[in-house]
Each structure stands twice: as structure tokens, then as C-alpha cells.
């Protein structure tokens, strides 16, 4: 019987056979999972949890916890450990591994929405530049921040499709190819999710408000001019090459369509700078994909592989998290069915709103600025669509959505082949004229603008949420 397999072990030989052989524990139970590592439907980041406990890592992959994943572990069952080596019953804390020891310190001026994984996002206090400082830009982590070692270690490999592969050195992606800078907007496809649940239903995710999205410069070289050093002059890959994959360092994996890294005006880069200094490690560090115009999470941070495929990534932040449904559509929708998400839609936010008064010398300065009689009112805000879709006006109402009036767009100097980066706006009104609900909405070179409410693109994940943003008249922040 299995009974008679399982054995008392102690901590230490769980370390001592680290090397031969794969033991993991969970709970008191002790496993040799050697043998079924190969099959692991995520691969090889389970060597991670090799001679330690597997239950932190199966927090953070959630998908670990259903029935069927219990019976797999179930049959490599060896033994228990010995109630000496417990405390409390359990494995004493110094020997459950933490996954997020490699994480950076924060800014606290974020807002934190996750500490581990670290999911933060930038406060409307500091949404109000155009450029986004790098202490202060969102981060949206799956997992934990990579232990990268000696960035000299550090290598990008590129599979082509019949296989062969192209190693490069973070030096030799500078010495190579041209250093290419844009300027460019991520976005979360959970940005304002908590508005859908507010003004809908509930939703799944973390309830962003109008913060998981930012702007900065973003330099490195062409994905395009690496894959034709690697083998493929990119308007001649091979008709089957459908999807260029992506893999990072910690698992996480996303694609995007040959199209858009092949394309001369896609501006698909492997930057390895933000806003002018090293990307930070909570963004990338030392490299990763920028796909502007894209959702942010086709953006892959701590890139090490990049795949010439006839398939998409196979990650689940593929074929799963990243798509929508239909307002009907409940958890367990047809995911294949459903298309991934990639260029974004329109989008717009109120990021600031105040008081404008003849009593205040600063605000003096703006009502000379804009000829003003009255104390006003101050709107300001972003606006943004995907695919490099400029924007062409921002509509706001003071009055609930009944009239509407034109928002300024401000200038501002942009790099790239095509509007990757936002646009912010500004409105002036006088309180005569102001009702208790402002309204923004924007409209993109396409002509295509934002739906007026939230039913009506609802999905249960809570992507993609750009209904009209509605906000009292109070001050922002
Ligand atoms: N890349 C890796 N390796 N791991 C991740 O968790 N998250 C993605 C994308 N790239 C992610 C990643 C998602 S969903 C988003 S929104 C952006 O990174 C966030 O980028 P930022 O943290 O630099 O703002
Ligand atoms: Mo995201």
C-alpha cells in the first residue's frame, strides 16, 4: 500500500537530497516530484520550491488549488516530517522559502492594492505630469521581482522557427543595433476595473481605480532589427510564424502578433532604459519588451526568450486572464473562444479637479491666464487609445452629461512613429456654470469614443472598463 512507502524524514534530509533528487514539502507531507518535473504544465520554475515548502508558491499560482492538482502531488507522497523538526505542527518559518526576497522597496506614495505579489498604482496626486516618474509608475506584479544575478550573466535567447537559436548579451543588443527612444503609455487592462464594479457588478481582479496606467520614455533597441539579426529579415519570416512569444525570467510569458513586431511603424522595442535611467527592477530591470500602443501586459518585464511561433504564448496570462466576455458571460466562460486582448481602446480620466479663486494668488495667475471673471472650476486629466490611435477631442460635461463642451489638448514633445504616449487635457469652467457631476469622455483618430455606461461592456474579469468617468464636483485629490 502507499502507507507503506511513506517514511519519517527530517528538514535536513530534505536539503541533503536537493541535488539528486526533487523533494518539495506541503504542509508536513514530504514529496519527490523528480520524476514528474518535465510534465509540470509551467516548467521549470518549480525547481524553485526544490528542498523547501511548495505552499507559498502555490498561494501566488492560484491555479494550484483545485482537486485534481492535489491527486497529481498526492502520488509522489514519501513521507512526513518528524513532529521533532515541527513547531506548532508546522514547518518552522525559516524553512518556508519567500519567493519575494529579491523585491525592491517602494515608493510609499503608491497605492498598494497587493504587497506580494507587489500591485500598486500611482495616486492622483501624481498622475498630473506628463512624463510619470519612475519612483511613482504603477506596478502590476504576477509574481515575484527575479534574483537576476551579475547583469553580465544576463542573456536574451531568440528561438526561431525551425528551432535554431541566437543568444545575445544585454552588451551586445547595445553594440549591434541602433538605440531607438519613444515615448509611451501602459496601460493595465484592469485600469478604472473598480468603476465597472461600482457602476455594474462585481468583478474579478484587483479594483484599480484610474491609477495602473503611466507614461514615460522608454529606450533600447528594435525587436525587428534583433530578429532579422537572428535569422529573419521580419517581412520574410516563414508564412507559419504567426505570434512572437515572450518569457521571462520568473514565468511570466505573453505574445504578440507577427505583424506588430514586424511592422517598420510598430516601434516594438527591448528597452532597457525608463525615463532616462536603468529600468528599475520593479519594471524590468534589465530588459523588457515594450509593445506600445498594446495592453501593458503584452510588456513583458525580465524578458530572457523570445519565440518565433504559429501559436500564441501558451502562459495563462495568454489564453486566459487577459481577455473579455460578454455581459452574460459568467466564470467559466470558452476561453479559447475568446480573442486576447492587444491594442487598447479609448480611454480618459479626471485626474484632478479644484477650485479656482480670486482669493488664492496662485489661482489668480490662472484666471489672468485663461481672461477668467469668476471663480472657476479646474479639471484635468488623461486621455488615451491604443494602437498608436491619436487622440482628436476630449468632451466634458459640467452638468451630468446634458451639454457638452471641448477640453483642451496640451502639447506636449512626443517620440515614436506613431501616438503611443497620452494626452493630457485641461478645462476651465465658471461655477455659475458648474453642476454637481462633471463627465469625460474622448474620441480617437478612428472616430471611436468610450461607452456612455457600464452594463453594457461589463465582463466578469473587469477588463478594459472605459465608461464615461463621472465624478462629483469636490476637490481632486
Ligand atoms: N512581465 C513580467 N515578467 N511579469 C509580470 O507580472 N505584468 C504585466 C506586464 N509585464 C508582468 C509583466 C502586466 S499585466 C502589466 S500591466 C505590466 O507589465 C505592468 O508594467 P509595470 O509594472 O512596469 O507598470
Ligand atoms: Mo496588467
Redesign the pocket.
Known amino acids: 500500500s502507499m502507507l507503506s512507502r511513506v517514511q519519517n524524514l527530517r528538514l535536513v534530509d530534505l536539503y541533503r537530497h536537493g541535488s539528486e533528487s526533487i523533494w518539495v514539502t506541503k504542509g508536513t507531507n514530504v514529496y519527490d516530484i523528480t520524476e514528474w518535473v518535465p510534465s509540470h504544465p509551467g516548467g521549470e520554475v518549480i525547481l524553485r520550491a526544490a528542498g523547501g515548502s511548495i505552499d507559498p508558491y502555490w498561494k501566488i499560482f492560484s491555479i494550484h488549488q483545485k482537486q485534481d492538482v492535489y491527486d497529481i502531488l498526492e502520488q509522489y507522497l514519501i513521507g512526513t516530517i518528524d513532529p521533532k523538526d515541527l513547531v506548532d505542527g508546522q514547518v518552522p518559518s525559516e524553512h518556508v522559502p519567500n519567493p519575494f526576497a529579491s523585491d525592491p522597496e517602494r515608493d510609499p506614495r503608491l497605492r498598494v492594492h497587493s504587497e506580494r505579489?507587489c500591485n500598486a498604482e500611482t495616486p492622483v496626486s501624481e498622475l498630473g505630469t506628463f512624463i510619470t516618474p519612475n519612483d511613482v509608475?504603477?506596478?502590476?506584479?504576477?509574481?515575484w521581482v527575479p534574483d537576476l544575478g551579475k547583469p553580465e550573466d544576463y542573456s536574451l535567447t531568440v528561438e526561431l522557427y525551425d528551432g535554431t537559436e541566437k543568444k545575445y548579451t544585454l552588451q551586445d543588443l547595445r553594440d549591434k543595433f541602433h538605440e531607438h527612444t519613444i515615448t509611451a503609455t501602459?496601460?493595465?487592462?484592469?485600469n478604472r476595473r473598480s468603476h465597472m464594479t461600482a457602476n455594474a457588478r462585481m468583478t474579478n481582479g484587483l479594483q484599480w481605480e484610474v491609477g495602473?496606467i503611466?507614461n514615460a520614455e522608454w529606450t533600447g533597441v528594435r525587436l525587428r532589427d534583433v530578429l532579422a539579426d537572428a535569422g529573419h529579415a521580419v517581412d520574410d519570416v516563414p508564412k507559419e510564424v504567426k505570434h512572437v512569444q515572450f518569457s521571462?525570467?520568473?514565468a511570466?510569458?505573453?505574445s504578440i502578433p507577427i505583424a506588430k513586431a514586424a511592422d517598420r511603424f510598430g516601434d516594438v522595442l527591448l528597452a532597457y532604459k525608463m525615463n532616462g535611467e536603468a529600468l528599475p527592477p520593479?519594471?524590468?530591470f534589465p530588459l523588457?519588451v515594450l509593445v506600445p500602443g498594446n495592453?501593458?501586459?503584452?510588456?513583458?518585464?525580465?524578458?530572457n526568450k523570445i519565440t518565433l511561433s504559429d501559436e500564441e504564448s501558451p502562459s495563462q496570462?495568454q489564453r486566459r486572464d487577459?481577455k473579455c466576455f460578454g455581459p452574460n458571460e459568467g466564470p467559466n466562460p470558452n476561453w479559447d473562444a475568446a480573442r486576447s486582448i492587444q491594442e487598447m481602446p479609448v480611454q480618459s480620466a479626471i485626474t484632478s479637479l479644484r477650485q479656482v479663486s480670486s482669493h488664492s494668488p496662485q489661482a489668480r495667475k490662472w484666471m489672468h491666464v485663461y481672461g477668467l471673471e469668476e471663480d472657476s472650476v479646474l479639471l484635468e486629466g488623461y486621455s488615451f487609445s491604443g494602437g498608436g490611435r491619436e487622440i482628436v477631442r476630449v468632451d466634458i460635461s459640467a452638468d451630468d452629461g446634458r451639454s457638452w463642451h471641448q477640453a483642451e489638448l496640451l502639447e506636449a514633445e512626443t517620440k515614436g512613429s506613431k501616438a503611443w504616449a497620452w494626452r493630457r487635457w485641461r478645462f476651465i469652467i465658471p461655477n455659475s456654470q458648474a453642476g454637481k457631476v462633471f463627465v469625460v469622455k474622448a474620441v480617437d483618430e478612428a472616430y471611436n469614443t468610450q461607452p456612455d455606461s457600464y452594463e453594457p461592456h461589463f465582463n466578469f474579469r473587469g477588463n478594459l472598463t472605459s465608461g464615461w468617468q463621472r465624478v462629483e464636483n469636490k476637490p481632486i485629490p
Open positions: 505579489p509608475f504603477y506596478v502590476r506584479n504576477h509574481l501602459l496601460q493595465c487592462s484592469g495602473a503611466g521571462a525570467v520568473e511570466y510569458g505573453a520593479d519594471h524590468g523588457r495592453v501593458a501586459a503584452r510588456s513583458v518585464k525580465w524578458v496570462w487577459y
